[in-house]
């Protein structure tokens, strides 16, 4: 019993110390380990990444600093779209679109949205451009449209007659206006440079009973005279930039404009300039473009981006959709009211985007028939513009209200 009796502290001791040693591993691997979630190391990773992914996602529109309203114009740079959200407020993503997205690249790159799509596309960052003019990234400007860089041009002096039919005009500059007087022309890669002094008021015109002509990555340039850019029905555009015309271009029954970059119209004594105007027809589409009645160079937001009145002819099938319009006193004219109002059918604006340079408002004349889209909207501010606010100019920049327009 006494050699038990001393036996048993002993037995007791060991047995306490390496009790002792597991709870103080268990200790230690439990703190290194952070629990369920790993690592400390692992977890400092992990959140180190889910920040950079929050901070890199599309703040929305609404969640920009001020509005340009309220604000200065943009600097080269500038960025509408990315301030940090207020403290305490995560970033949320951009409103999804089956378009594609309009992420800023070095270039200015953008793609169009698939023809007849009619969800609202994201507004990209506002890009200041060479040319003075402030546009959305993803929307058509001078990087992306007219004749590719490097491609060699041939020279062509004073005004072009096509007469054959099925005609390609490839690489050519010209000095003077082109006058189509055949069918299925196509011209591309083309600089037609045209003050409408010569044979043609117009730099392109497609005459009278012809039809089927394609223009696409060209510069249509108006040399700060000739009243209108391009003339005449059926044509197609793509990826034109049409500048320093009094009007950019005429639309007439079966006509397209896409992908294109009107801008810097050229204000003369006593004109009325519009991006876009039309007198009637039908089959026409205005899709994906940038369409600028406002001129940075002279601070002037002319009479409108869309234009629509003093009709000829019954207007009908007509869509003006996913592009970026900025300037005009209304930028939209849509000519509904007693004077063309029995004069339209289908006209209908959707999903674009209307920047700040108006004079009174984003449009007039927007009532039935004309169809006002809800997936029109400020790009600034991305709220939505209503048909019952079509006369007021909140969002219009202040400069503009008080100006005293033609």
Not at 196 to 212: A, L, Q, Y
Not at 364 to 386: D, F, K, S, Y
């Amino acid at each position: 019993m006494k050699a038990i009796g001393n036996r048993t502290p002993a037995k007791i001791a060991a047995w306490a110390a390496l009790a002792l040693t597991l709870i103080l591993v268990t200790v230690l691997v439990l703190s290194d380990s952070g629990g369920p979630g790993g690592s400390t190391a692992q977890r400092s990773a992990l959140d180190s990444r889910e920040s950079v992914q929050t901070s890199s996602t599309p703040i929305r529109p609404s969640q920009a600093q001020e509005p340009l309203a309220a604000a200065q114009e943009p600097t080269i740079g500038a960025d509408a779209g990315s301030s940090p959200p207020p403290p305490g407020q995560q970033p949320q993503p951009a409103p999804t679109s089956d378009l594609p997205s309009a992420s800023p690249s070095p270039a200015g790159d953008q793609s169009s949205p698939a023809q007849g799509a009619t969800k609202e596309r994201s507004i990209g960052r506002l890009v200041s451009y060479a040319d003075g003019n402030v546009i959305p990234s993803g929307f058509p400007s001078a990087s992306t449209t007219g004749v590719p860089p490097g491609r060699p041009l041939s020279r062509h002096s004073g005004d072009l007659q096509v007469t054959t039919k099925g005609a390609v005009i490839d690489g050519l500059q010209v000095s003077g206006c082109v006058i189509v007087r055949a069918n299925d022309v196509t011209i591309r890669n083309s600089r037609i440079a045209c003050d409408g002094s010569g044979g043609s008021p117009f730099p392109i015109r497609i005459m009278s009973g012809f039809g089927g002509l394609l223009i696409e990555d060209s510069e249509i340039d108006g040399m700060g005279k000739a009243p209108v850019g391009i003339y005449g029905a059926d044509w197609t555009g793509r990826r034109l930039n049409v500048h320093s015309a009094i009007d950019g271009v005429r639309l007439e029954s079966s006509t397209t404009l896409q992908d294109s970059y009107v801008h810097n119209l050229s204000r003369l004594p006593g004109s009325h300039n519009d991006a876009v105007q039309t007198l009637g027809g039908s089959e026409i589409v205005v899709e994906n473009n940038t369409l600028l009645a406002y001129n940075p160079a002279t601070d002037d937001p002319m009479n409108g981006v869309i234009q629509t009145g003093e009709l000829s002819t019954q207007l009908d099938d007509v869509r003006v959709a996913g592009n970026y319009m900025d300037g005009g006193s209304f930028t939209v004219r849509g000519g509904a009211g007693p004077r063309d109002g029995d004069l339209i059918g289908d006209y209908t604006f959707e999903d674009n985007i209307i920047g700040p340079n108006c004079g009174y408002g984003p449009m007039h004349g927007v009532e039935p028939p004309v169809t006002w889209g809800a997936g029109n909207r400020w790009a600034v501010t991305g709220e939505t513009i209503l048909i019952s606010g079509q006369d007021e100019s909140v969002n219009c920049l202040k400069e503009h209200r008080s100006r005293v327009f033609p």
